[in-house]
């Protein structure tokens, strides 16, 4: 912190190219990370690593908050666009911690310099569509966490993977199959030019066992089980592992002898883990303030940033009445890991109430504004806007049975056959390797393919589903909801933001933890179908452990 | 295809390098990995044999990497890691020796040709059951690709003209059976990381100079190899390298960086500190006075290429173009496919390629190996003898006239194997001594008129196009450049690269000197980096051509730097 406040005293007192202008706000960030991971194969482990690094990130802004140096992409300039980073000794050496911080705080200034040129230059010929300043005002704050706990031993997670990975020797139907594990101690580090500065403990932990099956008809089949902690022993210490892994087995074992969903048109109940997947894979998106930049390309040349649709829909409704959604930087027990006590703005943890009986109130932001909403919410995490922990509430919760009751109410009005239930969701971030040759097992709308799903008949039957798809799955979803249950789920996953830096080398094991809490959910209609895809014909060998 | 920045100092080791492979042979049966691989091999061979399409030819490589790395900057450690793993390469082929499923298809860029493959990590432990599960998932995907490819080549060579080229896609081979001893990785990581932090303090107490880092890389590569053949192969090698790299900056922004590298098979081949730190200091002394160097306008003259300088020229325009896959694409500028028999240096040059060298004098050699990734045993191959070109670089993919492979099939794992260069050495006959070929430069300086010539002291590497699209040329990346005066004064100058064409500058060196130095590198080309040497006396070319290098527009620093380590903080 030294380091970092004796450099950006002599940046703000003394940096100045000449006749140009001086930067009006500077920040550093400094993560110092620690990190393991490992996989296993088999019963066996691949290649592991252990790593410390300290990086530097610096934001550096001149022109003025209405009009600086940022949300401007050029293409003449895109070698320049990238955040200013260094990596730092490992060593409290202070003239070498200076010495880094000063060449990359004079990087980032000729940078800046010239995409405010370039930015000015731009609107000489186009203007923006809407008139933002480009950094919201927010007070100084000071934030300080003591050090936190440190990493297992390795060997404690290797064990551990290995072992998960080795009760796939009992299961002949999985063709590929793994486990993983990850932990992460942190130590972020923080000043700016404004008088903030922080330091804050990011620790993650996290185990994903995932496996693949292949149908008679050719079909790859694929789950996973995941866990996710604030320290190692938070998962170490869950006994039910291999329990879950095993069900994972047996539920793969018998979808490959199940029939896949033929078109289906009608209700769905999302139930537990596949309710918490849908709003993070498709909510979660959403509720995210991000804004595109004015590019300056080519007349020939399109570029386009995707934008949020829900940007466009502050007071509109967005789901059904009765239902609210909240993300709550400020939980940080009771199983709650996306909290912390500051964001990567030093802008300080809050409540922000997203939508409220079905109307959309706001977004979440950083300090880079958007129209329709003033300041920031605390929600920068690495180089984005993310959600922290995200709540989904219904003014009325029904039981089990009562959800039951009102699927089989929809099925009967629809004269239908049955309904469907979905108790899990796949996630692209857990995935073997692709088997033979196959593209399939990916999903080709918004939302994974459902891993475990039934047909639900009015005698109360229920049948196993091998795999469905979702088709056409829209912004106007959630107006579908016509009930959810009286117990939420929590669930923790990996949310990739732009930019992300939370990267470990483990396949699957990056991005911010989220934690979503979400009821069952009752649609009153969606489309469902047989995944497409061209099928992989079947292994010409069989599994050499199994065979012999 | 390029030559980066790995490149060896001329240094005398202080102790002689021991041969790595010591120990003894431990029977095939014996390895749990070797033994998976071939169990696996033959059930899969005899499981597809009843296939329509069977597979002719199924080879597995795992290569396991053992390593160690410790870097600092200014002093101060900047990471330290310890790594192990392990990938496969499996090469299935359908079809038969004349025609299989790797065959180039035309119209396919080389990005696309060869850019398929991707290493796939398996266990690090010997756990049979564990490595057969990989093998067997890879086969299939492997035979499954080979099959979709299949069907396209056969119908790429009807629709197409005919290959100028008739040979097939791969040469019979003999089957090997080795199994070497795997050596133990000697570092000790606490003495690394005192040592890189001490070799870059020094560059703390210059302002001026922008980065100064140090890096050690301990390295065990093993492979373990099987094919169809019959072939059963455990070979390993070891790597000590250390690099030294500092950068500054001229007022009118060009960068200024030089590199220091240093390579051993063992620790004790590496330099001791007193040498590494007496290395920083010149280099230090070089980076400051680069500083204020003159700036070289666009120049053609007589020069000499010194050691380390001509090795890397001698890799990059007549190495790239020796390597025989080149010649058998059409996309390919196939420089040399017709000179066989004909001259192309002065008749005192001879050029071959040796993996069983294992060093050149007492410097060791980064291109060794005992087998190439294709399981054949490494050959000399001479390229050039008394000036006549005689041959290529093979692998098993046979062009017309050459038919078999001389151990040079190479490749980074995940990468398809191809023809690539392992020592690259030259020989003088009749070498001149320094002053005389100082004397001779001096000579062709005034002969043609010229103000001055120019010595090439360091270079940073280098790169070559042999395509047709593109213009068939070289440019090599000098670091420290002097312009020699008739009247035999140097200067120090910055500012320029050299390039040229390879027939014309190969047809203009014309003689060498007696001081042979070793460039030591990694060489990247479409088969990924492959360790490679050049060992070359320094050599005069009557016309050189150097044109302006790129350059930063950047001004150096604003401020000051914040902090000497002297100063009261």
Redesign the interface.
């Known amino acids: 912190m030294r380091a970092m406040r004796d450099e950006l005293s002599r940046t703000v007192a003394e940096l100045r190219m000449e006749e140009l202008e001086a930067p009006y706000f500077v920040s550093y960030i400094v993560r110092d990370t620690e990190r393991m991971g490992t996989q296993a194969s088999f019963g066996a482990l691949l290649p592991s690593l252990a790593r410390r690094s300290r990086m530097l990130t610096v934001e550096l802004r001149v022109g003025d908050s209405s009009f600086d140096n940022t949300n401007f992409l050029s293409l003449s300039l895109i070698d320049r666009s990238s955040p200013t980073t260094a990596l730092l000794p490992l060593e409290d050496d202070i003239v070498e911690l200076r010495r880094q911080i000063w060449l990359a705080t004079d990087t980032a200034y000729k940078k800046a310099l010239e995409s405010l040129a370039a930015k000015r230059a731009a609107f000489t010929s186009q203007t923006a569509s809407e008139q933002l300043d480009d950094l919201s005002p927010a007070e100084p704050h000071i934030y300080l966490e003591e050090p936190d706990r440190r990493l297992p031993p390795l060997s404690e997670v290797q064990a551990l993977v290995r072992r998960l990975s080795g009760l796939f020797s009992e299961m002949p139907h999985v063709v590929e199959s793994g486990a993983r594990a990850a932990v992460r101690h942190r130590r972020t580090y923080y000043v700016n030019s404004e008088g903030s500065s922080f330091i804050r403990n990011d620790p993650a932990a996290y185990l994903n066992v995932v496996a693949q099956t292949q149908a008679p008809d050719g079909s790859v089949l694929s789950d996973f089980v995941a866990a996710f902690g604030a320290s190692w022993d938070e998962i170490a210490g869950q006994e039910d592992l291999t329990g879950r892994v095993n069900a994972m087995g047996q539920a793969l074992a018998a979808r490959q002898s199940a029939a896949a969903i033929e078109d289906y048109i009608g209700p769905v109940l999302f139930e537990g883990q596949a309710a918490a997947e849908l709003i993070a894979q498709l909510l979660a998106p959403r509720m995210v303030g991000t804004r595109a930049p004015l590019v300056d390309a080519p007349p020939n040349i399109s570029f386009n940033v995707p934008e949020n649709p829900f940007r466009n829909k502050l007071g509109a409704r967005v789901m059904a009445r009765g239902f609210s959604v909240t993300d709550d930087a400020r939980l940080r027990s009771d199983g709650f890991l996306g909290g912390y006590g500051v964001d990567d703005e030093a802008v300080p943890a809050g409540a922000t109430s997203l939508v409220e009986n079905g109307v959309l109130k706001t977004l979440l932001t950083t300090r880079n504004p958007i129209r329709g909403v003033n300041g920031s919410t605390g929600n920068r995490r690495g180089r984005g806007v993310a959600p922290s922990n995200l709540l989904l509430t219904s003014r009325r919760g029904l039981s089990r049975d009562e959800m039951i009751a009102e699927l089989m109410l929809l099925v009967e009005e629809r004269q239908a056959e049955f309904g469907v239930i979905i108790r899990r969701l796949g996630n692209s971030g857990y995935r073997p390797a692709p088997a033979s040759g196959s593209n399939v097992s990916g999903s080709k709308s918004d939302v994974e393919n459902a891993t475990l799903a039934y047909k639900v008949y009015p005698d109360g039957h229920e049948e196993l589903i091998q795999a469905a798809e979702f088709s056409a799955v829209g912004d106007s979803v959630f107006k579908e909801i016509v009930a959810a249950s009286d117990s939420p789920t929590l669930y923790t996953l990996n949310y990739p933001p732009p930019g992300s830096d939370f990267q470990t080398g483990i396949p699957g094991f990056w991005g911010n933890l989220v934690s979503v809490s979400v009821p069952d959910l009752l649609f009153d209609e969606m489309i469902l179908r047989k995944p497409s895809g061209n099928l992989p014909l079947p292994p010409v060998a069989g599994h050499p452990f199994f065979e012999e | 295809m390029n030559f980066p920045a790995t490149h060896a100092r001329r240094w005398t080791p202080a102790v002689l390098a021991v041969l790595v492979f010591a120990g003894f042979p431990l029977k095939a049966q014996e390895d749990v990995v070797l033994q998976a691989m071939r169990?696996?091999l033959d059930?899969?061979m005899e499981?597809?044999r009843h296939?329509e399409v069977p597979p002719y030819f199924l080879s597995y490589e795992i290569t396991e990497t053992r390593g160690f790395i410790a870097a600092?900057?200014?002093?101060?450690?900047?990471?330290?890691?310890?790594?192990?793993?392990?990938t496969l390469d499996v090469d299935l082929r359908v079809g038969d020796y004349e025609l299989d499923n790797t065959r180039r298809l035309r119209d396919q860029r080389v990005f696309f040709a060869t850019a398929a493959a991707e290493p796939?990590?398996?266990?690090?432990?010997d756990?049979a059951?564990?490595?057969?599960?990989?093998?067997?998932?890879q086969?299939?995907?492997h035979?499954?690709?080979a099959l979709e490819r299949f069907t396209r080549v056969e119908t790429d060579v009807q629709v197409k003209v005919e290959t100028a080229d008739k040979a097939g896609d791969f040469s019979p081979a003999p089957a090997f059976t080795v199994v070497e001893a795997i050596p133990r990785l000697e570092a000790d990581p606490s003495q690394w990381r005192r040592r890189v932090e001490r070799y870059t303090t020094p560059f703390?107490d210059y302002g001026e100079i922008?980065d100064g880092r140090a890096r050690f890389e301990a390295e065990v590569e093993t492979r373990w190899f099987v094919n169809s053949d019959g072939s059963a192969l455990r070979s390993s090698r070891t790597a000590y390298r250390l690099f030294v790299s500092a950068r500054t900056k001229a007022d009118d922004g060009m960068e200024l960086p030089l590199n220091l590298s240093y390579f051993a098979l063992n620790p004790a081949g590496l330099p001791d500190d007193e040498t590494v730190e007496n290395d920083v200091s010149e280099m230090i002394a070089t980076l400051l006075a680069l500083r204020e160097a003159p700036l070289v306008e666009p120049y053609t003259g007589p020069a000499i290429l010194a050691g380390e300088a001509s090795g890397v020229f001698f890799h990059e325009i007549l190495g790239h173009r020796v390597e025989g896959h080149r010649q058998k694409s059409e996309e390919e500028g196939q420089t040399f496919r017709k000179q066989v028999g004909e001259r192309l240096l002065p008749e005192s040059f001879s050029v071959y390629f040796d993996p069983t060298a294992w060093h050149y004098g007492n410097t060791d050699l980064a291109g060794a190996y005992r087998f190439d990734n294709e399981g054949i045993e490494a050959q000399r191959v001479t390229v050039i003898e008394n000036g006549i070109f005689r041959n290529f670089l093979m692998s098993r993919s046979p062009i017309d006239g050459f038919a078999s492979s001389n151990g040079h099939g190479r490749r980074e794992p995940g990468h398809r194997t191809v023809s690539r260069q392992s020592n690259l050495i030259v020989e003088v006959a009749q070498p001149l001594s320094r002053q005389e070929l100082n004397a001779r430069l001096i000579a062709d300086i005034e002969k043609e008129g010229k103000p001055f010539g120019l010595r090439f002291e360091q270079i940073r590497g280098g790169f070559t196009t042999t395509g047709r699209i593109m213009p068939n040329s070289f440019n090599v990346t000098p670091l420290v450049v002097y312009r020699v005066y008739p009247d035999g004064s140097e200067e120090l100058v910055r500012g320029v690269d050299l390039i040229g064409t390879p027939l014309t500058t190969l047809s203009r060196v014309v003689a060498g000197d007696d001081q042979v130095a070793v460039f030591n590198g990694i060489c990247g080309a479409e088969s990924g980096g492959v360790p490679v040497s050049a060992a070359s006396p320094s050599i005069l070319v009557s016309q050189i051509e150097v044109q302006k290098k790129a350059k930063s527009q950047?001004?150096p620093?604003?401020?000051p730097?914040?902090?000497?380590?002297d100063d009261p903080?």
């Open positions: 169990t696996e059930r899969s499981a597809f296939e600092a900057k200014f002093g101060a450690l900047t990471s330290s890691d310890e790594g192990h793993m392990r796939v990590q398996v266990p690090v432990e756990d059951n564990a490595l057969r599960a990989v093998l067997w998932s086969t299939d995907r035979y499954k690709r703390a922008y950047d001004r620093p604003l401020l730097p914040p902090l000497q380590p903080e």
